[in-house]
């Protein structure tokens, strides 16, 4: 977490406070780090854009449960502990119905030539690649994405 946010540091304003928490202990995973460091990058650069007139960019890592399908042909769920990285910010949201598709490659809410529209894209493809989930929620306060990938 503190080399994430070293990372992230110089590439936000002035006006922008960053703040971090975690806990006390490590949480295994078994990903590429360097992928998952670029997709938390893209959520950081992403909150940043958000917020051009300041606000508070929030890193937090932490454990939590989802109730999973079973993908063996199985009937019900099971439940499913991740680690989560959770990147939120106090800009301006982004509207409901627009949720699912800032995850589809080149759509991008930023004005003409600031956004290829790939960031979202690339992080969801990399964490389920990494056998992991991306949850997105956003309001007129802030949107906060989550990266949960499964604990070894």
């Not at 360097?34 to 929030?58: F, K, S, V, Y």
């Not at 080149?106 to 290829?116: D, I, L, M, N, V």
Request: positive net charge; aromatic residues 4%; hydrophobic residues 40%.
């Amino acid at each position: 977490m503190r080399a994430t946010t070293l990372l992230v540091e110089p590439l936000t304003r002035p006006a922008i406070e960053l703040s971090a928490s975690r806990p006390p202990h490590a949480l295994p995973v078994h990903v590429n780090r360097g992928q998952i460091e670029r997709a938390i990058l893209n959520l950081c650069l992403n909150a940043r854009d958000a917020m051009p007139d300041g606000g508070t960019l929030h890193i937090t890592t932490r454990t939590a449960i989802r109730w999973v399908a079973r993908d063996d042909g199985g009937r019900g769920r099971f439940p499913v502990t991740y680690a989560v990285v959770e990147v939120s910010d106090t800009g301006p949201g982004i509207p409901q119905r627009l949720h699912e598709k800032v995850f589809e490659p080149f759509f991008t809410t930023k004005p003409a030539g600031q956004g290829s529209g790939l960031g979202l894209a690339m992080v969801r493809e990399t964490v389920v690649a990494h056998g992991g989930l991306v949850e997105l929620t956003s309001d007129p306060l802030g949107t906060t994405v989550r990266i949960l990938l499964p604990l070894c």
